[in-house]
């Protein structure tokens, strides 16, 4: 009897050890490089904040924090491999609006971003701003809706890629204003803002960090903020309502997931590094310079938030005329 009972206790520590390693790799975590994939191409406004939060996260998880960037089918490419990651907490993603407009614009997609992705938390909020080459005789919204009425068809307009948030933003202008202008999608919005500069395209909308500098530098001309007020960062570009087009406010807002099934504890402790890295006063001076308002919220605010955007989005595709793909 002794002996079965040694027996049976040899088999249920064995039976047990899995579990104790788990709760051990999850304990000592992080123990090996993370790596935060950007959906979108460097020097974008998703790639920006995501560098600054790296680079603070990497001093509170004493581990190295690499930023890759993944650009591709609106940030479709970098969410997969996330989705498809193992749920270790390794590999995280930086993600703009993206995740919500998907399943508006897609009508397959090889992933659910209510299941395939775990909430980290939320992390900031950038306005829109319309621009366009400065060398087109378009000083205010109101020149451009006179210069695109008398020029239908013949506009073109960039975006960071189809479905993108400054993509929808940029139709549901035309469409409010009875326009009609050629969609240019880029991989990513540095490139689309590159291509107004050079004329390559007439006008665009991008985030107010990444279009700060050639907006104030001249290289294009900024026309709009779609927000409620006036961004620090653009103080001499008025809000559509000032424009006289009525009140529009759309933001790129933007967040850290990891792939769903994540230990929650790894996820606390992701979310806890987001969220001491958003109050260093270091970030706040960075993401203030990039007229960024910063959001921190819970992983369970983050995943409510997440199902009313993709409401209110699928509602602004259909709006703007955009088609599920």
Known sequence: MVRFTRRVAACLMLLALPAIGSAHAQDAYPSRPLKIIVPFAAGGPTDLVARVLGEAMSQDLKQPVVVENRPGANGNVATEAVARSDPDGYTLLYNSSHVAISPAIYAKLSFDPRKDLAPVSLTAMLPLVVVANPQLPIRTMKDFVEYAKARPGQISYGSGGVGNVTHLAMALILKLNGLEAVHVPFRGTAPALAA?????????????????GLTNGGQVRGLAVLSDKRS??????????????????????QGMMVAGGTPKPIVERLHASVVKALADPGVKEKLAVQGATILATSPEDYARYLDAEIIRWTEVARDAGIKAQ
């Not at 620090?232 to 807002?253: R, S, Y």
């Open 196 to 212: 107004v500069a050079s004329g390559h395209i007439q006008v665009s909308t991008d985030a107010v960090n990444s279009a700060q």
């Open 232 to 253: 620090p960062v653009t103080p001499d570009v008025p809000t559509m309502e000032e424009a006289g087009l009525g009140k529009l406010e759309i933001g790129a807002w």
